[in-house]
């Protein structure tokens, strides 16, 4: 058995040195198409998120939180202070839904009033289930500045807490596609600071991540494509090395005219950036997130295309019948990974009420190999791959019965050990290879009832 694709060792190689702060390091997600070499019987599928039975987490219960329309929720973990943190945009200024019962909804048509307002909200849990939104006197309503406002007026603000900045009083950014905004505690941001070139004003969730080099940045924002004489939105793409000079926003991801790329929230797990791209339904005026992946935040590709990856409620007046939205962005803790999102009980264009919402998926979730024919094996072959570490892991669901065959070749093709994993677990033990430390080795892995999302090395496991 041999395997000449040893370029692509040094890709590999580069692609493993991510931050050492990044807890999802060294993970190798099989949903990434350089990855696999080969396929029999496989078929990549979505992972299953489960919806928190606490939902909803939060609502509009506020005299500014009129509205909370698609939320536009950015959380975060601190690690500075072990707490969960969401910056949110409610409509401050607008008509209120409530009350009204679904025949009322149905038979009065929503319009946005003049004057509509966008404001940004501050909430913070212990937990990440029951939050707080403190009176933080920052901000005026109404003559009032009791509330967790931080700012009035910008719409579809995306904040990041950057960890690897230097500047303390820049650990926390808002991004916009025209503007940035800085703050050293999240909540006393400053003045905004115009963004150059971007072509583009905000008008949905902008959000932004650091890109492969771990210097420059990745903006996205929204774009229209008008070509055939219908307006579509399609998820834009700006960079920059400075957060003040931005290159042109182009079209890096679109659907179709009836299923349109709404927004798109990015972060990177591993070797690879995930996007939760919120997919509107224009017929049925809904909106489901389905799940995207790029390796390098310019070039994309949706994973079961049309498939929701968090779907809407069945039952109108649900709290996430109308949409969901995700959050940028989710929170990966060691034994779960939690997706916040704003759902809503109505259509994206009328009268609905808004919460902010949970669903958490299992360690390395997002997409896994299982066998097209259950019958029946599947077999995974990888590309070669740096042997980084002296301990195989996976990361796999095994039913009644399953099991998951790994076997490791060199780069001459001999075998070199073999494992037999039969439980579902996150990084489990799947073999010693010593003798391949820091060379490549190749993965053939034998799926019989079970799926596989991930694999890795480690020293100890």
Not at 107 to 132: H, N
Not at 153 to 171: I, L, M, N, S, Y
Not at 300 to 319: H, K, L, M, S, V
């Amino acid at each position: 058995m041999k395997f000449a694709s040893l370029c692509l060792t040094t890709l590999f190689v580069l692609l493993t040195s991510a931050r050492a702060d990044d807890p999802t390091k060294g993970t190798h997600l099989l949903l990434d198409s350089r990855v696999i070499q080969s396929t029999q019987n496989a078929r990549l599928t979505l992972g299953t998120v489960e919806k928190h039975p606490a939902n909803p987490l939060m609502a509009e219960d506020r005299p500014w939180e009129v509205r909370f329309d698609n939320l536009y929720a950015n959380v975060v973990l601190d690690p500075a202070d072990k707490l969960y943190k969401c910056w949110y945009s409610p409509f401050i200024v607008d008509l209120p839904s409530k009350g009204l019962s679904i025949e009322q909804r149905h038979s009065t048509r929503y319009r946005p009033p003049p004057g509509r307002e966008m404001g940004v909200c501050y909430a913070v849990s212990e937990d990440g289930l029951k939050w707080v939104k403190p009176e933080l006197g920052v901000v005026e309503f109404e003559g009032s500045k009791a509330n967790n406002l931080v700012l009035r007026g910008p719409h579809g603000a995306g904040v990041t807490c950057d960890d690897a900045e230097p500047d303390p009083q820049r650990r926390y950014k808002m991004f916009r596609a025209e503007d940035m905004r800085y703050s050293a505690d999240g909540v006393h941001w400053s003045e905004a600071v115009a963004s150059e070139d971007t072509g583009v004003r905000s008008d949905t969730h902008n959000n932004m991540v650091r890109g492969p080099d771990g210097k420059s940045w990745a903006g996205f924002v929204r774009l229209f494509n008008k070509s055939g004489g219908v307006r579509e939105r399609v998820v834009g793409r700006t960079e920059s090395a400075d957060l003040k000079h931005w290159t042109k926003a182009v079209e890096v991801l679109r659907c179709d005219p009836e299923n349109q790329a709404y927004a798109m929230p990015v972060f990177r797990h591993g070797d690879v950036y995930l996007g939760l791209l919120a997919v509107i339904r224009t017929k049925e005026d809904r909106v489901h997130t389905e799940l995207a992946w790029s390796p390098d935040t310019a070039t994309w590709q949706r994973i079961q295309a049309g498939t929701p990856f968090i779907g809407n409620a069945t039952n109108e007046g649900d709290y996430d019948w109308g949409c969901v939205y995700a959050a940028a962005s989710p929170v990966v803790n060691k034994d779960e990974i939690r997706i916040y999102y704003g759902g809503s009980n109505g259509k994206h264009t009328s009268w609905r009420d808004g919460f902010l919402c949970l669903a958490t998926l299992r360690p390395d979730g997002w997409a896994g190999y299982e066998p097209v024919d259950d019958q029946s094996t599947a077999i995974i072959t990888t590309r070669p791959v740096t042997c980084s570490g002296s301990r195989l892991w996976i990361t796999c669901d095994a039913h009644d019965g399953g099991q998951v065959k790994v076997t490791a070749f060199d780069e001459s093709g001999n075998v070199t050990g073999s494992a037999v994993v039969t439980r579902t677990g996150t990084r489990v033990p799947a073999g010693q290879l010593e003798p391949l430390l820091n060379r490549p080795v190749v993965l053939r892995m034998e799926i019989h009832n079970a799926k596989v999302y991930s694999f890795g090395f480690a020293d100890a496991l």
